[in-house]
Structures are given as C-alpha cells and as structure tokens.
C-alpha cells in the first residue's frame, strides 16, 4: 500500500517545469473543478476556472475557454501577493528585511497524494526568485461529499523576522453576471440572522475582531449566490467557512472588470505578524463547497462531510440531557442535584449536566462575578466533592457531565492574585470588563498547561465523567500580553493557536470524551474548534420561536447532530409540546424544571425522549431538507431523511399565521418516488388526536414530493412531528 501511494506521487509530482506551458493543477471533487494554470514565461500562476466538474477529462487543457465571454488567463493569480501590477486586494503581504513590500511568486513544482478513494491533497510550491520566501497551497478534496478545504502555508529564510500583514488561507475568483451575498449576522441570544445582498464594485467585508472566538455579530461562513440570489433547491451557490476560533475575515471584491475576488483568512487586524525565520505559517482552513442545487444541497454536503471527517465522534452517538443551568442558575445543592439526577432518570434522558457555580471556596461562584480560575469545589455547597455527584448520578442510572471555562478568570479569584501575568490586560490602563471576567493568556505555555490541567485533574479524579461543558463567555478585552512583550502583534493569532494546542492535548489524551463547545451562545461555531467537540450551543436564546429562525441559519452549515438544543421555560406562550418538538430537530436537552410540569407535559415529555431515542439515526445522521423558510412567512418545515429512505421525520411549526389564513401542502424531498411510505404523527400529548388528515394514510414517495401534504394549520404556535415510513 505504502508503495502504490509513493508511486502514486512520484508519477503527480512536477519539478520547475514552469517553462513547459502546458503545466495545468487540477483541484477537484466528483462534481467541482478548480483549475490553475502556470504561466510558461513567467512562472506565475493562475486560477483558470472554477465551476462544475469537466466531465472529459482532456478538455480542461482547452482551458481558459471563453467561458465568461472574457479570457481570464492571467488575471486571477492564485496568491496574489502586495506591490504588483494588481491593484486590488492581495492575498500575501510581506515587508521583506530591507524594507521592500513586494513580493512575486513563482511556480516550483506540485504534488498530489490521493489518501485514499474519497480523499486527495494538493500541494503546490511557489517561491519569490528575489527573496527567500516560500508559499504552499494547500488543497484537500473530498471527492463524494464535494467539498474542498484551501489553506497556505508561508515561510521565509531572511535575516531576521518578516512582517506579514496578508496572509489569506484561500483566495477565489469568480466571473458572473451577478453576486449575491448571504451572510449570518446577530448579537448575543440573537445568533445567524439571514440577510442577502447584491455585490456591487468595490468590498463588501465580513469580520471579526473578538479574539476568543469567531462569532457575535457576524458568523464565520457565508453563501454567496452566482448569478443569482442564493436559493434552497436550484442555483450555483459557493458555500464557505472558516476554521478558525479567532478574529476572522472575509473580503469580497468586485473589480473594474465586474469579476469577483473572495479572500478569507484570519483577520490581519492590529496583528501584522512577526514570523521568525525557517518557521512555517500555517494558516487555517477555508472550507467551501459548490453546489449547483442551491443551498440545501450545499447543506447536506457540508453535514455528512463533517460527520465523516470533522466533528469529534463525527459518527459516534450524543448524550441526551437534563442540564441545571436554568432550572437553578448559581442556587443549588447536593439535595437539589440529587433529585434533579432523579428528574433525569424518570424523563428519560441518558445524561446529568453541571453547569456554572460548582466551585471557588475563598473566592466562592455564587454568581458570574467571582471564582472563575479556581477550579476547586465549593465546600459548603458540596461538601462531598464532584466524586459524590458522579457517584450519586451512577446509583440513579444516569450519567453525569460537568461545566467548565478554564481559558477565563475573574479578578475575584485565587488564581488572579497568583498569577496576573497570565491574564491579557492592560498594564498601564484601566481595565475593561466583559461578564465581570478577562481572558488567559493562551499564547503562554505555561497558561496552556495550567488549562489543560483543569480537564486532566478532573478526570483523573473522577474518570467516569461522561461529558464536558466548555465555555468561553468573553471576548478578549484590553488586548496586551505580558508574555509576548515586545510582539503584541502576534497576540492575537498565537493566543487561538495557544487554545489549539490544549483542545489537542484533551482529545488526544481524552479521545472518547464528549464536549460540548459553548461561547455565551453560539460564539464558537467553526469548524477547527468542531475537530475537538462532539456537538456545539447555537444560542443563549431557548425561547422556540426564536430557535426556529436560529437553528435554520446554524443549519446551512452545521448538521443536526453538532447543534444542541435544549428544552427550557423560555416564552411561556409556547407549549412543552411545541418547545419539544423544536428541541427534538436537533441534540435533544432539557433545561427546566421537569418536577414542576403537571402530569401530561411530564408524560408527554418521556414519551418525546423515547421517540427521540428511537429516530436519532434519522434526525442526527440523516439528509436534512429544508421545506419551508421561517423567513417566508408564517409556517416553517423541516425533514430528515435516512441514508436508506426508509425513514423520515418531518417537522412542521405555526409560527404567528394571520386568521383564516390560506395554508398550502408541503412537498416532500428526499423520499424514493418509486417505494410507498406511512404517514404517522408522533408527539402528540396524552389523549391529543392527530388533526392530519393524512395521518396513518400511506402514499408514494412520488405522490408526497409532487402533490404533498397538509401540515399546516391557521392556528398560532402550533407543531407536527411525523414519521415517515417506507412499507
Ligand atoms: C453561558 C452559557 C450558558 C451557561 C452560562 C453559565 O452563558 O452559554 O449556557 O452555561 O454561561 O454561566
């Protein structure tokens, strides 16, 4: 095997073969092609075509074709780097030693390792020929799921070290009539709302500057339509993200020429970096996909890639729960959690869920203002320790997870008097505060250890833990490191690179360890940190309705299985039945009191969970096919789809419908046209009849995609689950 794949490289491998013009890369999936192509003369390299996958494989070389009624060779230099005959945005730029801030690169070779059927890696080389500074692309196909991960890798062997103040892990260029932007914008428990927009000439930017996390205010991924707007089932939609738990951006660029360039990388804001020589600068993976099946093609693309080759446990199973959090905030004690874990039991849920207040003894967490550092229980709320609770979860037969947010500290804490060079904060202005807490320093090794060893302490003292919640509520304020002194400027990419390593270190050591990743909501929400967490917190926001319009957004990029979502008393208008039902489209938790619901919530809650349990392959491992948009109106559905088509869970939600309005059927997608499915709708609280008027009816998958069926209703706030099943 081993020397098939050397064989296998050796005959892809090209050597300064720059004089030869016909040198052609070719990046592709089963359905995308991403071609460059080397200038003979010059050596400088060229992004030629970008679209559906050239089913011949000798035409490519016919390329660049007229295909945008304008020849695109030589224009799109692959990484266009600053100080060129392009006057629009470069990838790289680099202030050499002597002051000059031009860089040109030049073709030397590339290679191609094919992983294995699904999975193949392009590398090319490119180097300047006036200084020594070398750049590597870096593209990783995956052929079945289409999706292409772009990244570069920057390395310099001057005197001493260079600045660079570009340093893009993907650069894009488009030639179309028309763009049209989707971005995900929002705030705190107001994650991922969708608005559209048409690129005109000049930059639209999407960033971020929050230096612990990617997301709050705007998402690491966007849509962008080509030719048109960005819709669900048609269209050509390129669809990326960044894997990047930092400050991030995104540049769109239309150009005198009306063709359209994409950069996206980390943030260059206040972090023109300081690169040593002979180190490599890796930057983080651009992830996109291409569809041409609008964006719900582009969705499902994205989930099963990530649960194949991302997502912790990618393929593993997830841990229902009952999670204290909003049942007692920071108010609790051993009895409480004890009959909280017999809450658990009795609903039905696999797991007991932690959360904030369990520690901090001088300095003790009975509220958000102090504690956070010292990583010890607090005593006289539980006098017994962790190991009690993990022991009284075992005898009610559930398992027991717990809450942590060790990158942080209050100055309230032991830890903050010990040790206040580990905390980034200004030394010589008053500090500024976010949740009463500051961020630790993740670019000193020392704080990396310190932080690791909250997880390893914990787990070597209780190693039947079956789940971490890992929180992360503050942004960085007052940006200064007392451990990088003189090169502030790499601050704020070593400090993520600085979480990284602990991240690795808990997976490696902790491999089968479920973790939760949380940000005060959905501020983690990126693709590298999801390598490490098995499932992630869209939102503070568990009010349903707002959840409808949230987790729609999340799911353009992130499948059911990575989202969790809880039951809790938010928006007492809504039923225990339409919270459920909202919860149960993705990682079903709860979060409320169970002992406080009467007796046919309580039953129509254990009923709920079973159904769950009994459908996760559907609802967590299944195509999703997005129905109808609560955007659009006043109704939304969703289903799920299994990889068999024999099973299917359709949901259905009255959002605010207006009186007597006229309701339409929903068409079904993802079913078999030719098998016969049975309608039935589950959920439905005790003695509660189905009003489907097709309910227990059966029908052809052809019948349900193209005539549909009734699920709506002119009611407000109301909701179907129904399972769909092949005969
Ligand atoms: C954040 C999280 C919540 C909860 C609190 C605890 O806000 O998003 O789910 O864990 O912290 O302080």
């Known amino acids: 095997m081993k020397r098939i794949s050397i064989l296998l490289i050796m005959t892809l491998c090209h050597f300064t073969i720059y004089m030869n013009a016909q040198t052609f890369i070719r990046v592709s999936t089963d359905r995308t092609d991403l071609i460059y192509k080397v200038n003979g003369k010059t050596g400088r390299i060229y992004q030629i075509y970008l679209g559906e996958k050239l089913l011949d494989d000798s035409e490519y070389k016919n390329l660049p074709a007229n295909i945008y009624n304008k020849a695109v060779s ?35 070779s590339h290679v191609v390792v094919k992983k294995d059927d699904n999975v193949t890696q392009t590398s090319i080389n490119l180097k300047d020929d006036v200084y020594p500074v070398e750049v590597k692309l870096i593209f990783e196909t995956f052929a079945k799921e289409n999706i292409i991960k772009s990244r570069s890798e920057i ?29 995900f914008s929002g705030d705190w428990a107001k994650e991922t709302n969708i608005s559209s927009q048409e690129l005109f000439y000049g930059k639209k930017v999407i960033d971020t500057k929050l230096g612990s996390r990617a997301a709050m205010f705007a998402s690491p991924f966007f849509q962008l339509g080509l030719g048109a707007p960005v819709k669900e089932t048609e269209g050509q939609v390129l669809a ?79 841990l229902t729960l009952l999670n204290n959090w909003e049942a007692t905030y920071f108010d609790f004690d051993e009895e409480k959690l004890t009959n909280l874990m017999k809450d658990a039991k009795d609903l039905g849920v696999d797991m007991f869920l932690l959360d904030d207040g369990w520690f901090g003894n001088k300095y003790p967490r009975i509220n958000d203002r102090a504690g956070l550092g010292d990583w010890e229980t607090t005593k006289n709320k539980l006098p017994d320790g962790i ?108 400090h993520v690179r600085g979480i990284y390593n602990v991240f690795k270190k808990v997976k490696d050591k902790y491999p089968d360890l479920p973790m939760m990743l949380c940000s005060g909501g959905g501020g983690r929400c990126d693709y590298e940190a999801l390598k490490y967490f098995t499932e992630f917190w869209p939102s503070d926001n568990t009010d349903p309705v707002e959840r409808l319009y949230i987790q729609w957004g999340f799911s353009q990029f992130f499948s059911s299985k990575s989202m969790c979502a809880h039951v809790t008393s938010w928006n007492s208008n ?98 078999d046209p030719t098998r016969k499915y049975r309608i039935t709708e589950i959920n439905l609280m005790p003695k509660q009849k189905s009003s489907l008027n097709v309910n227990d009816k059966v029908f052809t998958g052809d019948y349900l995609i193209k005539a549909g069926i009734d699920v709506f209703s002119s009611s407000k706030l109301q909701s179907k689950v129904i399972e769909i099943t092949a005969e």
Request: overall charge negative; aromatic content about 14%.
């Open 74 to 108: 030589d224009r799109h230099e692959a990484y266009l780097c600053s100080g060129t005959e392009d006057y629009f945005e470069p990838a790289l730029a680099v202030e050499h030693n002597d002051g000059n801030l031009t860089t040109y690169l030049k073709y030397v």
């Open 155 to 183: 390395f310099h062997s001057e005197k001493k070290a260079v600045k660079i103040s570009r340093y893009a892990s993907s650069l894009l260029y488009f030639s179309d009539a028309k763009y049209f932007l989707t971005e």
């Open 240 to 318: 990326g993200t960044l894997a990047w738990t930092g400050n991030f951006r995104f540049t769109f660029e239309v150009d005198n020429l009306g063709d359209l360039r994409l950069i996206s990388g980390i943030n260059p804001y206040a972090s023109s970096y300081e690169l040593d020589p002979k180190t490599v600068f890796q930057t983080p993976e651009f992830i996109f996909t291409l569809s041409s099946k609008g964006a719900g093609q582009a969705s499902r693309d994205f989930h099963s890639w990530a649960r194949n080759y991302q997502l912790k446990d990618g393929k593993g199973e997830r």
């Open 387 to 494: 190991p009690y609770l993990v022991k009284t979860a075992k005898e009610t037969g559930v398992k027991f997870g717990i809450w942590i947010e060790p990158e942080m500290i209050n100055p309230e804490s032991e830890l903050f008097k010990n040790h206040p060079d580990w905390v980034i904060m200004q030394p010589n202005r008053e500090t500024y505060f976010f949740r009463n807490q500051l961020v630790l320093d993740m670019s000193n090794p020392d704080v990396q250890d310190f932080v690791f060893g909250i997880v390893d302490k914990i787990m070597k003292e209780n190693p039947e833990i079956a789940f971490f919640k890992w929180d992360c509520n503050s942004p960085i304020t007052n940006i200064y490191s007392p451990y990088l002194k003189n090169r502030q400027n790499n601050l704020y990419i070593n």
């Open 574 to 671: 809504t039923s225990i039945k339409f919270r459920t039902d909202v919860a149960m489209m993705c990682k079903l938790g709860f979060d409320i009191r169970f002992n406080e619901m009467n007796n046919d919530e309580k039953e129509y809650c254990r009923q709920a969970v079973a159904s769950y349990k009994r459908l996760k392959t559907s609802i967590l491992d299944g195509d999703l096919f997005r129905l109808v948009s609560p955007y659009d109106g006043n109704h939304t559905a969703i289903m799920y789809v299994d990889e068999s088509k024999n099973k299917a869970v359709l949901y259905a939600f009255d959002i605010n419908p207006r009186y007597s309005e006229k309701v339409f059927p929903v068409k079904l997608q993802g079913l």
